[in-house]
């Protein structure tokens, strides 16, 4: 069985801060990088 | 005079008061809630996080306690030695708080699972079992859905090498498919446990075993034994 889930937040800045930001938000609580492994992509402005 | 056991409180935690009758019936041990807001563990001798679903368990089991403020207090009195036993969501707590290796994943069944099951005593070397025989057989029930102990290939070998593990479900009993039939795991200290069996559920005779009150007997010794 494989399960995932897609989480969508508005960060602002620039790409490469962004990305950073939200890659540690992975390691330290939306993923648990032991069982769970995850990919973030920046898809510019929001709605 | 008794030693002080906090029992935390997160929101949609549910077996803290069987856990505080649990303590309260073991002889010189006295229990108190710790709130999830409070910043100090007030005085606590040794902690407990009990079972429920704390936060919703939302993203995942245990994943949003683990940020609660009285963690804070609780991961420092961990990492300095002090005894602290988390049982069901409370193991799941310790796991994504780093202070237990490992993660608890959904049952090999998928389906929740709530039974009677006999645990062997692995390691007496934690403040939880210290009063138990090696090999000791426990009864005790299991009510969960995510309590499939894991952990990669070679962490699960450090593990198994440094006597981590605990209590091991009986051969052919494995309730949820975990991995080497792990039912608890300690740190590498052993003064942090963590199990998915419920032994606050197993205190008294109606409810078919007094079991659990082994555990409980254990940290009494062993607080008693330590000065203050």
Redesign the interface.
Same mark, same amino acid.
């Given at each position: 069985v494989h399960v995932g889930r897609l989480i969508e937040l508005e960060v602002g800045g620039d790409e490469r801060t962004v990305t950073a930001r939200v890659e540690e938000m992975c390691e330290r609580l939306l993923a648990n990088p032991l069982i769970e492994s995850y990919e973030v992509q920046a898809t510019g402005a929001g709605p | 005079v008794s030693a002080r056991v906090g029992v935390v409180v997160f929101p949609g935690a549910c077996d803290e008061e069987d856990a505080l009758i649990a303590v309260n019936r073991t002889p010189g041990l006295e229990a108190r809630y710790l709130p999830h807001g409070e910043r100090d563990l007030k005085g606590a001798d040794a902690v407990i996080l009990p079972g429920g679903f704390s936060y919703g368990d939302y993203?995942?089991a245990g *994943?949003?306690a683990r940020?609660a403020p009285v963690m804070e207090a609780v991961i420092g009195f961990a990492r300095e030695g002090g005894p602290v036993l988390g049982i069901c969501n409370g193991f799941q707590v310790l796991c994504?708080a780093g202070l237990l290796p490992? *993660?608890l994943?959904v049952n090999e069944s998928?389906k929740f699972v709530c039974r009677q099951v006999v645990v062997a005593v692995d390691s007496t070397a934690t403040p939880f079992t210290s009063g138990c025989e090696p090999g000791e057989q426990l009864s005790v029930p299991v009510k969960h859905t995510t309590g499939r102990w894991? *952990?990669?290939p070679k962490?699960a070998d450090r593990v198994e090498a440094a006597g981590q593990v605990v209590l091991r479900y009986a051969a052919g009993t494995n309730p949820n498919g975990s991995l080497r039939d792990v039912a608890g795991v300690a740190n590498e200290h052993g003064n942090v446990f963590g199990l998915m069996p419920h032994a606050e559920h197993a205190v008294d005779e109606l409810t078919g075993s007094t079991d659990g009150l082994r555990l409980f007997g254990s940290l009494a010794r062993h607080l008693s034994a330590v000065p203050a």
């Open positions: - | 993203l995942r *994943a949003i940020f994504e490992g *993660a994943l998928l894991f *952990a990669p962490l």
